[in-house]
């Protein structure tokens, strides 16, 4: 069973920075694509960033050159460094990985930016 726990958010003023983490647990992490969403509250889910098995990354328009998508498969984590972060960046971030035909999704955490 894949399990996906996100860490790091938390409150940052405009134009701070964050690093997300989602650490997997189970051995298909390192085939498996990734990618973080997040949700803004009265707002659909939207996605963020994605990454490959092999390393290929795409992002929202919104966030491109503000933030990085990466993977570590030897600690089965994925990150997402968030700079130059905006208020409009406040949301519930997720993550999900891509198993076969399923898809599973973490918890969840906040990120709120506000002065």
């Known amino acids: 069973q894949v399990q996906l726990v996100e860490s790091g958010g938390g409150l940052v003023h405009p134009g701070g920075s964050l690093r997300l983490s989602c650490a997997a647990s189970?051995?298909?992490?390192?085939?498996?694509?990734m990618g973080w969403y997040r949700q803004a509250p009265g707002k659909q889910r939207e996605l963020v960033a994605r990454?490959?098995?092999?390393?290929?990354?795409n992002y929202a328009d919104s966030v491109k050159g503000r933030f990085t998508i990466s993977r570590d498969n030897a600690k089965n984590t994925v990150y997402l460094q968030m700079n130059s972060l905006k208020p409009e960046d406040t949301a519930v971030y997720y993550c999900?990985?891509?198993?076969?035909?399923?898809?599973?999704w973490g918890q969840g955490t906040q990120v709120t930016v506000s002065s």
């Open positions: 999900k990985a891509a198993v076969g035909l399923i898809d599973h």
């Open positions: 189970g051995s298909i992490f390192s085939r498996a694509p």
């Open positions: 990454i490959t098995s092999g390393g290929s990354t």
